[in-house]
């Protein structure tokens, strides 16, 4: 049997192994895929990583939102203080992204009279909890206590 013969195929294997490696070296360093706002979303209100949001989750957050929100930490949100992180976006927004900003402030705004249930100009956690509870059972349609971010997506396609 010839030289060439006897290392030919395997010569050829390693030759096709070696052609291979780039292609896998690139996808593996290939970025991941960009997550949209309900996986976002879902990460930060889902510490334990469970895959979904239960109401407790939900709760949870926002008990650390509105003593987020409550700067003065009077125990009430004004709508000075509920508006105060939307206004700074607008007010440091560049010309692009100005009209964006605004239109999130007045988005706020409208969400700040919707949840002020008493029409007081004031928020009370007992009102931001309830319109929490409140809004995770209009999301859980299925009635399940458990919010995915299919959930949260088709909630939003239902806005």
């Known amino acids: 049997m010839s030289i060439a013969r006897r290392f030919m195929p ?19 360093r290939a970025p991941a895929p ?40 009077d125990g009430i949100i004004d709508h000075t203080e509920f508006l105060a992180s939307a206004q700074r976006s607008v007010d440091r927004a560049n010309p692009v992204r100005k009209a964006r900003a605004e239109a999130s402030l007045e988005r706020r705004e409208t969400l700040f009279h919707t949840l002020d249930q008493a029409g007081d100009g004031k928020l009370t956690q007992d009102e931001y909890l309830a319109a929490t509870r409140q809004h995770f059972a209009e999301i859980d349609a299925q009635k399940t206590g ?10 939003h396609r239902g806005l």
Request: charged share 30%; glycine share 2%; aromatic share 8%.
């Open 146 to 155: 458990k919010l995915t971010a299919d959930d949260l997506r088709a909630a």
């Open 34 to 73: 960009r997550r949209d706002w309900a996986d976002h979303y879902l990460t930060r209100v889902d510490t334990e990583k469970k895959g979904y949001i239960t109401l407790a989750d939900a709760e949870r957050f926002a008990t650390a939102q509105f003593a987020r929100l409550d700067r003065d930490h």
């Open 10 to 28: 395997p010569l050829v294997a390693t030759l096709v192994i070696a052609a291979a490696l780039p292609a896998f070296a690139q996808s593996a």
